[in-house]
Each structure stands twice: as structure tokens, then as C-alpha cells.
């Protein structure tokens, strides 16, 4: 017997290692098996929980670098104070807008609240890659204009209407309204914002305009959103969690705690305030050399931000197709895969989509008709079935690993809030189309830790998170 994982599950299991089979029938019910020499190769990426732990327990000692005032400044978690205090509570009345900024698209959402009932109306905007490279003048006016655009679909251009703005870029917030961007992730680098409060610059967009009447109540990460939204149906929500193009998670901290917070921006007779970890940063410095393999290396000096964000680049949809593209370029180079050779699109950064990893494991066992539409996309054909077991066990080890360091990291939170029962709300494309992201991280967090939990898909994303914040923050108003 020989323990691992099998390709395409969604738990470590026990494999049965195969004799050869003595007859045709017999080698019709034959998985191909993965080789030593591929599993060789690829054994850097398998961590023990040995290794999770150890990523616990710094992950742990950053969060508390960034909660306590005399070494915020200098910690890689930076622990950001949203000002968030309040969680909704079910009375929430009205019209609220949302505008939920966080990737290569932004959505408009208009959401009236009556109690439980709940209506939405949406609409989703394209960011040029011009814009994202462009000015920070450029980008807020393009998003004033589609958010006017929106108000006057919906003739709601002469009422007054509360905003709750999602920037899912890292944030040091100085109240619920002001928040100044620390640095751009995700592809974008637009000139003039660094430093900058991101709620003033949208609302001077608005002001220049001056048709419609946007109040902006609250600024917020994708994080929070996810949390206000899952709280929203589920009264145990204390934690938020992105897995998508990014990840970060945000929990619900104890006010005594949040020595970072700005004396008198904040409630302090009020015991909790949400947190944004921010901890896509967290590596920085070298505390995750121990799990970093030649692949991790690879993405960091061809990324726009070498050498930061380095546990998200481990874990998140914007980098996961590409890890697994350098380690199939691995296996072909060593001859390993393929029988050496391959077409050049292979050869090619990003052309091996991480939406590719979810298709491919998305295989059930024993079949690769996904897997062999993707490689035919690639312009690989009549690729023999071992191959395609070889390439479904690279991106099981990359998306295990992803869930697996995700999993930490919750664990981590679990063990710091010290409670049982709770929710972790979260959202996100990897989580929500990966046939196996949930299963793993159940499993994980179940194993690295001894409080009970929940994992919540938030339906709605963090767009009705935003409006529940500023439906929050208006009503206190």
C-alpha cells in the first residue's frame, strides 16, 4: 500500500498500487498509475501538516505584529481596522447602491432591503487594460460614469443614495469613509492613487460630473463584503474569505485588541470591530521559504510586484493555471511528459488558464474528455491516457496545495477567536468552480484544529456586502 492523493478526488485516500494486468479485460479497468520520477519532481509541492503547522504559527505571530501599535508599521500582515463594527441585524430599510471594484471587472448593484426581503439589480462593467495601467483620474472617472450611467437606467438619478464602496486592494483605513490605498495588486498599477484616499478621488469623479446624488457611507474590502453578506442570512458569520483572483480574509477581532485603531474613529465602548488581514502579503521577508518551491520563485520574478503578495500568489485564481503550466514545462523538459515535446502555446506564460485546473479535475476517475479539450485547445491531440492522468496529478497537487494553505490560515483565525460554531463566509472563482476546494478545506481545517466550524458560499458576493454596510452605516447615521 502507498498513501497519497488521488487525481481528480476531492480527499487523501489510501491508493492500491496496481500489478500489471493479466488480461484485456482487466487492463480496460486499469487507471494509468503516476510515476516515482513525476512524483520526484513534483514532491515539493506536497505539504505535510508538519509544514501547515509551522505556516500556522507564523501566520499567527504576523497577525499580532500587525494588530499591536508598535509594530503595525512594520508587519507583512498589516491587520487593517475597517471601522466595521456593527453587523446587520435583519431591519435594514431602503435603496442602497454598491460598487464592488476588485479585478479586471466592476460591478453596480442597486439593493432594496424591506427586512428579509431582498431585491438586487446588477450590472457588470469592463476595465481596460489601458485603464488599469493609466492614471488614477482616468479609472474613477470611468467608474463615475458607469455608475451614473446605472442610477439613470434606473430613474433614480434625483434620489439621494447611500454607497458602500468594495476596493479589494490593500487599504490602511482611517474611518468607515476614508481609506488610502498602500499598494496595487491584482495587474493593476494605475499612476497617482498610492498613498491616496480612494473615497475622496471617487467622490471628486462623481462631483465633476454632478448628475446624480451618490453619498459614499463606507469604504470596504471584498473581504468585509463577503462577511456582511453571509452575516446577513447566517447570525454565526465571523469570518470572510476570499479565494478568486486574489485571497485575503477579514474576522471579527476583540476591540481591546486593535491597539492600531485611531482613538476616536471608533466605538470604543462596542467590543468587536472587523479586521482585514490583508494576508495575501504574508511570506514577505522570507518566513514561507521553507514551503517555496521553483515554481513560486518563477511566478514571483515574472509578477508586476516581485517579491510581495507571495502566499496569495501560492493560492489564488490569478497565478494557479500558470503554476501548473511551469510544472508541466518541468515534466516535458525531463521528458517526463508528453515524450518530450510539446507545442509552443505551452511554452507561453498565462496560456494554461487556471480555469483549465477546475475542468481538468473535474474529470471523474479514469476519464480525461476535459482534460483532452484543454490540451486539444493548447493544440495537443491524440494524447495517450497517461499523459492525461500525469497532467490531472499536477493540478490536483497545485489546487490541494492552494486549499491547503487557505486552510492554515483559517485554522489560524479559529484558534485566535477561540470559539466554537463559527461561519467562515467565502467567495470567490476558485472556491466556487473547483469541484474539490471545499471538500479539502473542510477536511484540513478539520485536522489542523479542535473548533467547530461552518464554510459558507457566499451567494451574492461581496457586492451586497457593500450595500449592507452602508445600509448599516446610514442607519447609526
Known amino acids: 500500500m502507498e498513501h497519497g492523493y488521488v487525481p481528480g478526488a476531492s480527499l487523501p485516500v489510501t491508493l492500491l498500487i496496481r500489478r500489471p494486468c493479466c488480461n484485456s479485460n482487466e487492463a480496460e479497468m486499469c487507471t494509468p498509475e503516476v510515476s516515482k520520477q513525476i512524483r520526484d519532481a513534483c514532491k515539493d509541492l506536497v505539504l505535510s501538516d508538519d509544514q501547515l503547522r509551522l505556516v500556522m504559527q507564523r501566520l499567527s505571530d504576523e497577525i499580532n505584529r500587525g494588530l499591536s501599535r508598535q509594530t503595525h508599521d512594520?508587519?507583512?500582515?498589516?491587520?487593517?481596522?475597517?471601522?466595521?463594527?456593527?453587523?446587520?441585524?435583519?431591519?435594514?430599510?431602503?435603496?442602497?447602491?454598491?460598487?464592488?471594484?476588485?479585478?479586471t471587472n466592476f460591478r453596480v448593484l442597486l439593493i432594496t432591503l424591506d427586512g428579509q426581503n431582498f431585491d438586487m439589480k446588477s450590472k457588470i462593467y469592463a476595465i481596460p487594460q489601458?485603464?488599469?495601467?493609466?492614471?488614477?483620474?482616468?479609472?474613477?472617472?470611468?467608474?463615475?460614469?458607469?455608475?451614473?450611467?446605472?442610477?439613470?437606467?434606473?430613474?433614480?438619478?434625483?434620489?439621494?443614495?447611500?454607497?458602500?464602496?468594495?476596493?479589494?486592494?490593500?487599504?490602511?483605513?482611517?474611518?468607515?469613509?476614508?481609506?488610502?490605498l498602500v499598494r496595487w495588486t491584482k495587474g493593476f498599477?494605475?499612476?497617482?492613487?498610492?498613498?491616496?484616499?480612494?473615497?475622496?478621488?471617487?467622490?471628486?469623479?462623481?462631483?465633476?460630473?454632478?448628475?446624480?446624488?451618490?453619498?459614499?457611507?463606507?469604504?470596504?474590502?471584498?473581504?468585509?463584503?463577503?462577511?456582511?453578506?453571509?452575516?446577513?442570512?447566517n447570525q454565526n458569520c465571523r469570518i470572510g474569505l476570499i479565494v478568486g483572483t486574489g485571497s485575503n480574509a477579514?474576522?471579527?477581532?476583540?476591540?481591546?485588541?486593535?491597539?492600531?485603531a485611531i482613538p476616536g474613529n471608533y466605538a470604543d465602548h462596542k467590543s468587536h470591530m472587523l479586521i482585514n488581514t490583508e494576508w495575501g502579503a504574508?511570506?514577505?521577508g522570507g518566513v514561507l521559504d521553507f514551503v517555496t518551491t521553483e515554481f513560486d520563485r518563477a511566478i514571483d520574478e515574472n509578477s508586476i510586484n516581485p517579491s510581495k503578495q507571495l502566499f496569495e500568489k501560492m493560492i489564488s485564481g490569478m497565478y494557479m493555471g500558470e503554476l501548473a503550466r511551469l510544472v508541466l514545462e518541468k515534466l516535458v523538459n525531463a521528458g517526463l511528459l508528453f515524450g518530450g515535446k510539446y507545442p509552443t502555446d505551452l511554452r507561453k506564460r498565462g496560456k494554461f488558464f487556471t480555469k483549465y485546473v477546475s475542468e481538468i479535475e473535474n474529470d471523474p476517475k479514469g476519464k480525461?474528455?476535459?482534460?483532452?479539450?484543454?490540451?486539444?485547445?493548447?493544440?495537443?491531440?491524440?494524447?495517450?491516457?497517461?499523459?492525461?492522468?500525469n497532467v490531472r496529478y499536477v493540478c490536483s497537487l497545485v489546487s490541494r496545495r492552494a486549499a491547503y494553505l487557505a486552510s492554515a490560515g483559517i485554522a489560524t483565525l479559529l484558534n485566535k477567536m477561540g470559539e466554537n460554531n463559527v461561519t467562515v463566509g467565502i467567495d470567490g472563482s476558485v472556491y466556487r468552480f473547483h469541484p474539490h476546494f471545499h471538500d479539502l478545506m473542510t477536511a484540513k481545517i478539520t485536522e489542523l484544529q479542535n473548533y467547530k466550524f461552518d464554510l459558507m458560499l457566499s451567494e451574492d458576493g461581496s457586492g451586497r456586502g457593500a450595500a449592507l454596510v452602508a445600509a448599516v452605516a446610514s442607519q447609526r447615521r
Open 74 to 103: 512594520d508587519a507583512t500582515v498589516k491587520c487593517f481596522t475597517t471601522y466595521v463594527q456593527d453587523l446587520p441585524n435583519g431591519t435594514e430599510k431602503g435603496n442602497f447602491l454598491a460598487l464592488d471594484l476588485g479585478g
Open 130 to 180: 489601458s485603464l488599469m495601467l493609466g492614471t488614477g483620474t482616468q479609472l474613477f472617472d470611468h467608474i463615475a460614469q458607469c455608475l451614473a450611467l446605472f442610477v439613470k437606467d434606473l430613474k433614480l438619478q434625483n434620489e439621494v443614495l447611500p454607497l458602500g464602496f468594495t476596493f479589494s486592494f490593500p487599504l490602511t483605513q482611517h474611518g468607515l469613509t476614508q481609506g488610502n
Open 189 to 233: 498599477n494605475c499612476s497617482g492613487v498610492i498613498g491616496e484616499d480612494v473615497v475622496a478621488l471617487l467622490e471628486e469623479a462623481i462631483d465633476r460630473r454632478n448628475d446624480v446624488k451618490i453619498d459614499v457611507c463606507a469604504i470596504l474590502n471584498d473581504t468585509t463584503g463577503t462577511l456582511m453578506s453571509c452575516a446577513w442570512k
Open 250 to 260: 477579514c474576522y471579527v477581532e476583540k476591540t481591546r485588541n486593535v491597539e492600531c
Open 282 to 284: 504574508f511570506g514577505e
Open 368 to 389: 480525461y474528455t476535459n482534460c483532452r479539450e484543454v490540451l486539444a485547445e493548447l493544440g495537443l491531440r491524440n494524447v495517450s491516457d497517461q499523459d492525461c492522468e
